[in-house]
Nanobody, 124 residues
Framework: QVQLVESGGGSVQAGDSLRLSCAAS????????MGWFRQAPGKEREFVAA????????YYADSVKGRFTISRANAKNTVYLQMNSLKPEDTAGYYC?????????????????WGQGTQVIVSS
């Protein structure tokens, strides 16, 4: 089992940057593919980015491609989401998730463990 704790959210202006972190407990972090999802008020949770166990494969939602970067530091049990050129439509709760399967996934149903989320608010 793994526990996930997100941090780094906040209130920013459009065009600003934020870096979200997700710290995982346990000694098996490197055995999990990781993902970031977000959920805006009144909307479904949506995929943002995913990374495989060793960081060699990364996937992004079209809405964030070119602006967001997912990365991981297995030695630190941490996955990151660097968010640049933020837009008001990026406003949401951001959640990291761990997938014990062999591949990273865009589907929330593939993920076994979830953090509590960190809020990002982008003002115009």
């Amino acid at each position: 089992q793994v526990q996930l704790v997100e941090s780094g959210g906040g209130s920013v202006q459009a065009g600003d940057s934020l870096r979200l972190s997700c710290a995982a407990s346990g000694r098996t972090f490197a055995s999990y593919a990781m993902g970031w999802f977000r959920q805006a008020p009144g909307k479904e949770r949506e995929f943002v980015a995913a990374i495989n166990r060793v960081g060699g494969e990364r996937y992004y939602a079209d809405s964030v491609k070119g602006r967001f970067t997912i990365s991981r530091a297995n030695a630190k049990n941490t996955v990151y989401l660097q968010m640049n050129s933020l837009k008001p439509e990026d406003t949401a709760g951001y959640y990291c998730a761990a997938n014990s399967g062999p591949f990273s996934s865009r589907s929330s149903s593939a993920y076994d463990y979830w953090g509590q989320g960190t809020q990002v608010i982008v003002s115009s």
